[in-house]
């Protein structure tokens, strides 16, 4: 079984790939920094705003789950604005469920973020 995390970085990711750790599932964790999980982890470094590497990866991969808490908080903590942090959430959503309509996970796809 093929797991694949976007946002595996954030609080609910790092939580939810503990989680499958314990029941001995090891997931593909899409995060912009490998230093934040854990050695277990299965980390890929990936900027979801990339849409053709995003697109590559799906297709290397071919995920039967996707389960994307991606979010990007990192704007708000310089300016404390939302407008921006919004917009790239959404497209790195749009950037993950394009390369899911080209290359589609064989079972479930679940967005969160």
Known sequence: ??????????????????????????????VRNKSVL??????????????????????????????????DLSEREHTGLLSSELSKTYFMGINLVDALCVFPPSECFISIG
Do not use: T
């Not at 849409?51 to 996707?66: A, G, N, S, W």
């Open 1 to 30: 079984m093929k797991v694949l995390i976007a946002g595996s970085g954030g609080f609910l990711g790092r939580h939810f790939v503990s989680y499958l750790h314990e029941k001995n599932i090891k997931p593909y964790c899409l």
């Open 38 to 71: 854990p050695d277990f982890a299965e980390a890929i470094e990936l900027d979801l705003l990339d849409r053709d590497k995003v697109k590559r990866l799906i297709h290397q991969i071919r995920p039967d789950y996707v389960i994307n808490l991606a979010a």
